[in-house]
């Protein structure tokens, strides 16, 4: 079992691949959090709970006694709020007497086979129990009456630990959770840099780092949404870990939904890093008996610097949270409409897209916006899912029929959870969108949010939407969401439940999607926020695939699809091929490469010379598919340190393969350029494809290839493809 309890020490050691947790039950059935990194294989830990206290400003229970234990500087593993720890609770609650004291204490514990869920949530999974092992450790605060249940999964494989809170009301008077966080880590300290994912519409996933000082750093969302502007991930580097070495912590949410990321430093010097929903615009109401679940989150450590930490949250987002049939099945190469016609379509325009692009090789036409309701342009009918035949006549069978005789799939787009006022359905309901009475609703993109919150309109958006999936042959939905959440009321929220309303909007969302998903099994569905405002592993639960951005420019794209993969596997980057003018056909080709790959532009207008790279875009996309999809990825400069070349491997996980890509984003006089590979094996003999040119690995990682004969004008790309002798 990778999860021990050794009785004598009140001891809990979780153990991982290369990785190891240790918790305690110390003085007073605190829970502390001992030690998180590096694997270790024995556990004689003691002492090393003693932390000092600060004098009188310490405070200590009365049951432990004054000094030298003091909650206020010992590692609390999830501390509640006004009983002596100062820090950031991970807990707080506000009871029926109107004070939010909690002081939760080890009562129990159980290791078990496998891993749960919080209930109605996303979260990641293992189809063989062997794989994985949980732990759950009960504590209680004996005022509140309230039962928490932390639950930490360790994949044996893997250096992850997954968490998540359950809270319990065993009163008999309700109250209300104020914060609840999903995982709570202290790390005893603080020469760590904060890195993080910050961006905006058209530029999502910038890489931010920098280094955590006395007091908080934090990244959050409070817009309903995990959104553009930050993403539900962080990581703690140690000062000087970099791409390959060092040690990094990586931290992800699974939600999709306003969420906090907070990282404290006490005085004494050590980190505490919460994470969670947001607590700004989070009350829940608990009544005897009720329980509440966090999202989980997902802890990763690695001693190979960032590009360890990514491939492990790679490797578990490929084998243990996408679902479905399209996580190992090649999915189709898609054409979509959205930039080759934006809503200035007719059944005739489709369909002579999809006759030429036949001719390329291309698999499934995606219809975009505006074949709904009377949408002719982003003013009107979202909420109204029924075929405009002013558009299609004769209705959608007429269009699938044709794009399906052609040999082409044919994939659809939907944005559920908005409504336009102007449709029959806001006009027949205005009450169904997210409103707060006597306030007027903000607009954005001519829409309101619809009020995800309520069965019945839930109800209602899927039966329209299985009209149109039960009927026609469809292979493929875009599910869009091109705005946040604003003036957040329900008609049927009240007090003490209004607060509510952003975290069940998340959890109506998923029973939406999940509806979708579980009817329609063999739909791929791809996610998309205007672009990447909602790519979380939330969201990758319900599709394999998430629109990366609405910014096709393919250099504009590296910085994107850099930050993305920080945390999330190629497979699940939505990328495009477009007509955007800045490179040539090559490098937009070779950047979406690293990605779902597929063509946004109308190929009609595709001139003979840009059709045979496309027809070898093709090929290449059939030829690397699997080692880009489940490859590892190796990052060898980014385009935030390097403003010139940009350039990323992938590795097939036997070794046997590697695909080398550089992109020059500028140029300059460089008259030497000498690349060394990575995550190669150094014994085998590798033959470079396209000249059959002979290297070790040794030699490519260690010296590496003069790389100077090799295009490196400002837009321009190549690829080397490696393969192993023999
Ligand atoms: C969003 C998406 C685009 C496209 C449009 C349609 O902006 O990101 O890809 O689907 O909506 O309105």
Redesign the pocket.
Known sequence: MPIRFIEEKKLFKLDAAGVSYVLSVGPGNYLLGLYWGAAVPDANFDGYAFRDYASSFSPSNEAVGEGPFSPDTAPLEYAGFGTGDFRKCAVSIRNADGNDATDFRYVAHRILAGKGKPASMPATHAENPADCATLEIDMADGTTGAELTLCYTVFEDLPVITRYARLKNASDRAFDIEKISSASVQLPFMDFDFIHLYGRWGAERNMVRSPLAHGQQSISSTRGSSSHYHNPFAALAKRGADEDRGEVYGFNLVYSGSFDITADVDYYGTTRLNMGINPDGFLWHLEPGEVFETPEAVLVYSDEGLGGMSRAFHRLYLNHLIRGKYRHEVRPLLINS?EAAFFDFDTDKLVSFAERAKEIGIDMLVM??GWFGRRND?RSSLGDWWVNEDKLPGGLGVLIDRVNALGLKFGI?YEPEMISPDSDIFRAHPDWCLHVPGRPNSIARHQYVIDMSRQDVRDNIWEQMNAVLSKYKIDYV?W?F?RNLTEAGSALLSAPHGEEIFHRFVLGTYELMGRLTDTYPDILLEN?S??GGRFDPGMLYFSPQI?AS?NTDAIERLAIQFGTSLCYPASTMGAHVSMSRRTGFETKGNVAMWGTFGYELDPNRLTEKDLEIVKKQVEDYHKYYELIHYGDLYRITDPWDDAFRCAWEFVSPDKREALYTQVTMRYHHCPTLIVRFKGLDPRTVYVLEATGEEYSGALLMNAGLNLSRYPRGTGESFTLHFIKKG
């Open positions: 959205w975009d916006d982003d787009w875009k869009d091109n998309c205007g672009g629109w609405d």
